[in-house]
Structure formats: structure tokens, C-alpha cells
């Protein structure tokens, strides 16, 4: 069954996130002006994959393009890079994109990326079914299980997937709901990632500001810079 759903603003900010039916493949319509979380992935993902890359969408496919994916696609040991914008790693990759962009200056684009990586988990590692988050050098371990996909539908046009995970176990202090974006969509491991998390069913979907971004933890700045600018 498919669920349409309109809203007017989408400036909220924070970790929140919606799940769906199980194995679900929901459909829904954003209408904002500027949808900043869609308009970063096609910024960062402008390249057309060989066939050893990976399958990455620019914002346009067809509904029978995307399949389920299981949590292994993001498996592994992954580091936010909000340090490394803090640090200064990352000025080069936003000077590289002031210089194609006449519009924005390196510093608009740094304001625009503080708000959309800013996070206080510097670390998740995903393994098996279980998801844990390193807040402050605290982790907080969940088991999850797959709850399904969001189309999101912008109202420019172009598009996007959510993955989304619910916690199953009894833990506590992890989010009842997990969700990943990652320009890919069907199963295929992932090589960065957005997310968000939170226990607000029907607020995930408004939250287009804020994506804390993850990219693999044996990987230092400067190659994450340069994977971005390349990108």
C-alpha cells in the first residue's frame, strides 16, 4: 500500500526518524522550496558508476528500480565526519565546490555542511543485527530489524530512498528507529552513508536539514576529503 503525505516546512533539525510497514514500499510527495538533504546528495554524487562502482542514483530512477536491502549492506566499522569539517580537513572539498558553483562562497557552503553533518556520535559499527552508537565515547548497542523503505518524491523533481531499521530488543538508550540514505537503491554495500535516528514515527520525513554523514573508520581525512571531491 502506498501513503502520500504533504507538508509545507521542512526545517527541523535534530535526529529524528519515521519507520514503515514492514517490507513496505511507500511513496511520499515533499513540497519544500529548498530540500537540502536531497540537493547535498546531488552535489556529492554527480558521476556515472563503471560497473565495478557503485549502482548510485543522481535523484532519478523508477519505483520498480528500488528494492529491499538487508542491514549487512552497512555493515562494518564507520566514523562521522563532522570532526573533520570542525578541524578544517574539509575546507578543500568546500573551496572545490565554490569554485564550480558562482553562486556560494566556500564559507556558505562550510555553513551549509555544518548543519547537515553536525552530530555528537563519532562512531557507529553495524554487525549482524545489531547497531552500536559511540556518543561521547559511550555506546549504546540495539538489535534492529528491517521495517521497509520511504520514496521521498521532491518538489523539484528528483528523489530520494530511505532504508529504515527498527529496534527489536529490549536494550535501552538506543533509537526505536533507524534510517539510511545512501544514493543507492537496491541491495549493495554501501561505501558512505546519511543517517538519521530517533523515535518519532512521523517527524523522520520533515528532517532534511540535519544528516549526519559516516564513512569508513580506516579511512583519515584526507582520503575522505578526497573520495568527497572526486565524487
Known amino acids: 500500500m ?11 533539525f535534530g535526529f529524528i526518524l519515521v519507520g514503515c510497514a514492514e517490507n513496505s514500499k511507500e511513496e511520499v510527495n515533499a513540497t519544500a522550496d529548498d530540500v537540502t538533504e536531497e540537493k547535498a546528495h546531488e552535489h556529492d554524487h554527480q558521476h556515472e558508476p ?3 562502482q557503485e549502482k548510485i542514483y ?16 552497512w555493515s562494518g566499522d564507520w566514523q562521522s565526519v563532522y570532526p573533520y569539517l570542525q ?3 574539509l575546507d578543500e572539498v568546500f573551496e572545490h565546490k565554490a569554485s564550480q558553483d558562482d553562486s556560494q562562497t566556500s564559507e556558505d ?3 551549509y555542511y555544518e548543519t547537515g553533518y553536525k ?14 552508537f559511540y556518543d561521547h565515547g559511550h555506546a549504546h548497542k540495539g538489535e534492529y530489524a528491517y521495517d521497509g523503505y520511504e520514496i521521498l518524491t521532491y518538489e ?4 530520494g530512498v530511505r532504508f529504515i531499521f527498527k529496534h527489536i530488543g529490549d536494550e535501552t538508550g538506543v533509537p526505536a528507529y533507524v534510517q539510511f540514505s545512501d544514493h543507492i537503491i537496491a541491495p549493495q554495500k554501501s561505501g558512505h552513508y546519511h543517517i538519521y535516528w530517533g523515535d518519532d514515527h512521523e517527524a523522520l520525513l520533515k528532517e532534511v536539514s540535519n544528516w549526519p554523514t559516516y ?3 580506516n579511512m583519515d581525512g584526507h582520503d575522505i576529503a578526497h573520495e568527497m571531491i572526486a565524487h
Open 156 to 159: 523539484k523533481g528528483n528523489r
Open 50 to 52: 563503471n560497473e565495478k
Open 119 to 132: 552530530t555528537t556520535t563519532d562512531r557507529i559499527v553495524i554487525e549482524d543485527r545489531f547497531i552500536t
Open 215 to 217: 564513512y569508513p573508520s
Open 2 to 12: 502506498k501513503r502520500k503525505l504533504n507538508w509545507i516546512s521542512m526545517l527541523a
Open 87 to 89: 578541524d578544517g580537513t
Open 58 to 73: 543522481n535523484g532519478y530512477f523508477e519505483d520498480e528500480e528500488v528494492q529491499d536491502r538487508p542491514l549487512s549492506d
Open 109 to 111: 557552503i562550510r555553513s
